[in-house]
């Protein structure tokens, strides 16, 4: 029930996902029944294997994430969540409230033992391939002990859910040198480096080395790194929006246009964010994943397959293994 | 003699300026007289009116920004410096390092009276215009009544020097409602709507809200200034070069693309950074204009002209004043 473009585009991303990833995941809708029969009619969703779970509430977008969430028991979010506490699904998907979202999570799901603060990951397009990066919005505040613990978190996500065996790990900062920066990202600097783990982190990298594709994941503090997401997905409508603006200076120029729509079309959907999926939340003990409020059915769909390779992978159970044995080192070297 | 293309582009932006804006200023260029006379003989310093000041030394990009401000009391900086600080020049520009330079204002020029930190200042351009962002890097940590002063600096900029009347001020932040964000945003968004002077401040804005638009000045922490402005930086490298490898697929492409040349062109203008010259160093006492380290001769040659702009408009001073105002409401008040 929540987003934006909500049920209508949740639906249909549901549906798509359905028919087209038959083989690796079943969906189960919550939310009201009524609204989700008008893009989704019952036998339709028999016929997809589409179960759904009637919910009568419904958190807004701009409501407060830990009252609506105590207040309304019965809504979208909260039900998603109590399902995925039960393990009567294997992951929940929403691109309702995502500070409704994060406050359920850790309130229904609890955190993973050992873990500080929960983080969102996002995956950014970049030159030649993708980058992680965490946490672009979980935490609004952020403390050394958090960024380190996200690069773990970081780390074995690209390694069990992108695939990339040594992930290189790099911390966002305004200089390359260790001298450099804020005392939070000096002080995660020197614990990233004195790090007992094989981490395999490369020190500093700036803002300029997130799309150059420098490292495999980009650690940041919330504040940071959500605001970075942000310009980031405005950007590309606005260069796309600057050549159109231009192309109706002349004929020619129209006329190249019609010959290169396939080029911005390709460009546009190799930068689009929406062909990424949803951002999962790490750290919580389930697998969540959290979409834009503005998500399109496509971005829905994404999301739902995100979720579905992160319950398969197992990246909750993964994350606590790993921070279980860096509980140990740390007990070992204390 | 700072910058990774120094003296060369720094010389000929001078060049390019001297002979642009004669009647808008006057060229001084400090740094070793015989490596500025490889590219500018003087015969033609003396027709274009460039006065050349010589220095021994020079700051390395990588050279920590206190050490060698005390050290290299004949670097180009330092002696630059040391011109603006005896009202001998009006203005002064680098391409060098942006911590020395930062450094050296501080300890040469002084900050103006009432001024807590310093904020270095930068155009962006948005859909429709520009739009004003500090700090983007003069401070690694900010405090609340920091990014309180930055509104106060950014609105006297864009009134004197951007001829902006009225302008309008967002405070960067993670989501729109005042309880979001960070304990620092918090904290700047109660002083910014408890503040009784007219600042027009509009309340938060996002990461999309900077290329939108939606406000004249953003103000922001400089660590997350610094972040932002690398990456946009990179973005439109990164837009055009991912076109450009999606049109050697085909010959039809390579023929809109020739098409589409000049706009592609323009369109890359427009989103320049260099075009919009150097960034000010508000706060201190004196016109200081800090440019990319890579800077081309354009570049540097724009910078020129923003500092001439910002010595006209006596922009310190209109600083001093609003801030000697603003302390006065705060004895009145306390």
């Not at 993973?112 to 992680?132: D, N, S």
């Not at 074995?156 to 040594?166: D, K, L, M, R, T």
């Not at 020197?190 to 594709?213: A, H, Q, S, W, Y």
Request: hydrophobic share 40%.
């Amino acid at each position: 029930m929540g987003g934006d473009r909500a049920p209508e585009s949740v639906v249909q991303g549901a549906i798509d996902a359905a028919a087209h990833f038959h083989d690796d995941l079943e969906v189960v809708l919550v939310g009201d029944e009524n609204a989700i029969g008008c893009y989704l009619p019952a036998t339709e969703a028999q016929r997809l294997g589409i179960e759904i779970v009637h919910t009568s509430e419904s958190i807004g977008m701009g409501e407060s994430a830990t009252t609506s969430y105590r207040k309304k028991r019965d809504s979208s979010i909260a039900v998603g969540i109590k399902l995925l506490g039960e393990r009567r699904v294997d992951a929940f998907v929403s691109a309702g409230n995502t500070g409704a979202v994060v406050t359920a999570s850790l309130l229904g799901l609890g955190r993973i033992k050992g873990v500080h603060r929960p983080a969102i990951l996002t995956i950014v397009p970049t030159h030649h391939g993708q980058c992680l990066m965490l946490d672009v919005g979980a935490n609004s505040d952020t403390k050394p002990a958090h960024l380190y613990q996200f690069a773990i978190m970081g780390r074995v996500y690209a390694q069990s859910v992108s695939g990339i065996p040594e992930p290189t790990i790099g911390l966002l900062n305004i200089g390359e040198e260790s001298s450099k920066g804020s005392d939070l990202a000096q002080a995660a600097f020197k614990m990233l480096t004195e790090c007992p783990g094989n981490l395999n982190f490369v020190g500093n990298v700036e803002g300029r080395d997130i799309l150059k594709g420098t490292v495999d994941v980009v650690v940041c503090d919330g504040f940071t790194g959500n605001v970075i997401l942000k310009f980031a997905e405005s950007v590309v409508g606005m260069v796309v929006g600057a050549i159109r603006s231009e192309l109706k200076r002349s004929l020619k120029f129209k006329l190249g246009a019609l010959l290169l729509k396939p080029v911005f079309a390709r460009v546009r959907s190799r930068l689009n964010y929406e062909e990424y999926g949803g951002a999962p939340l790490l750290g919580v003990d389930g697998v969540v994943v959290i979409c834009h409020g503005s998500s399109s059915a496509k971005a829905i769909r994404n999301a739902l397959r995100v979720a579905a390779s992160g319950a398969r992978e197992g990246i909750d159970a993964k994350i606590a293994e790993e921070l279980s044995r860096e509980l140990l080192r740390e007990e070992v070297a204390g």
